[in-house]
């Protein structure tokens, strides 16, 4: 029975000198946590308030998705370099590597999606594709209605509303000219590559 005593005495004082060795790095991590803080924060506004003014205003969706996916990227980071700093620098690299084969397979089964999002910036940026506009893609001809992210919406003349994937419609579409719109002929030279 003397030896649980002494068991748990011996137990506690190497409890006490792991923990009083580890301050100086549970400080440093705390520090380097306001130092990130603050960083991500300066970085997310600055690139807000350069998207801001080179983005229209009716395209502030683009804007959000930007700083959101540079806030995530940056936050990560910092987290990896946090856990560096308290002295968990294999558990790090081990996270980093295991989270960037996860994000392998969650692009690979979102390609298609992700797809969508880049070609509806590309089209949400196009001065030639604006809602109002009449086009005629692969799937038929209309007037745009709204450009969305992911998807596309056209009116057709037969008045059904056509929904297209925006890879669908980027790959290859034609405006067809105000004067010309009406008679169905497209105008030269606005064809969008």
């Known amino acids: 029975m003397a030896q649980l005593p002494d068991l748990l005495v011996g137990s506690l004082e190497s409890f006490a000198a ?3 060795a580890a301050i100086p790095r549970l400080l440093g991590g705390a520090l380097f946590l306001v130092l990130a803080y603050v960083a991500i924060k300066i970085v997310t506004t600055v690139l807000r308030s350069v998207l801001s003014r080179t983005t229209p205003a009716d395209q502030g969706l683009v804007v959000d998705l930007a700083v959101l996916i540079a806030s995530i990227f940056l936050w990560f980071g910092a987290g990896l370099a946090l856990l560096n700093v308290v002295g968990l620098g294999e558990l790090a690299a081990s996270l980093g590597t295991a989270v960037g084969f996860i994000a392998l397979g969650v692009s690979y089964a979102l390609s298609e999606m992700i797809e969508d999002t880049v070609a509806g910036v590309y089209l949400l940026k ?5 809602p109002g506009d009449t086009v005629t893609m692969g799937a038929g001809t209309g007037v745009v209605v709204d450009i969305g992210l992911r998807k596309s919406r056209f009116d057709l003349e037969s008045g059904d509303r056509l929904i297209v994937a925006n890879r669908d419609v980027e790959t290859k579409w034609t405006k067809k000219s105000d004067e010309n719109a009406a008679d169905g002929e497209t105008a030269d030279g606005t064809t969008a590559d």
Not at 126 to 130: A, E, G, I, R, V
């Open 18 to 20: 792991g923990l009083v």
């Open 126 to 130: 196009d001065p030639d594709f604006n």
